[in-house]
């Protein structure tokens, strides 16, 4: 992937590639939301732009001449470059889903790059937060995608929906799990 222009990266392939050319330059940050979907569902759901968020900085690093040193440059607090429909960008911190913080972050290699990422398992409580909170259906369907292609925790699922007192869409986010093939 090293040789490789933006303009023929996959989301997966840039995410990785952000996310290693930003820790080698002081920023250690977490890929989630949709871009995660996309990754743990292999492109069922597509995103367009990739959510990190910043755990902490090693040195006084600005992204944006971070980011600039690859193309990318700054419009409306999202990075965009010109050979890409990809966009980043870097909602605030704490990583956290719900009312508590993120409590498993996935590292994936890909050759000599690496990426961090939230777990298959935080990635659905992430999306069924959205549904929970704001009965968006599209992300309950992102939900089961993830769940369809990985190996998740649906107890701790389970134990975080009653945290945050929707046992009832849970129910809902189970039995739809059980109609899968």
Known sequence: MKNKNVRDMSLKELAFYISDFLCKNGIEAVLT?????????????????LDF????????????????KLG?????????????????EFPPGPLAVGGEPIKEISELKSGALSLKIISPTEC???????????NDTQSLEQAILVARDQKINLG????????????????EFKNLLKLLP
């Open 53 to 68: 968020i910043i755990q902490y900085f090693r040195d006084k690093v600005n992204v944006g001449d971070v980011l600039a």
């Open 72 to 88: 990318f440059f700054e419009k409306a607090q999202s990075f965009y470059h010109k050979d890409t429909n990809y966009f980043i």
């Open 124 to 134: 659905i409580k992430d999306r069924l937060s959205a549904y929970y909170h704001w």
């Open 33 to 49: 939301g949709g871009a995660c979907v996309s990754i743990y569902s292999n492109n069922k759901y597509l995103s367009y732009d």
């Open 156 to 171: 701790e699922i389970e134990r975080w929906s009653k945290k945050e007192m929707m046992e009832v869409k849970f129910a």
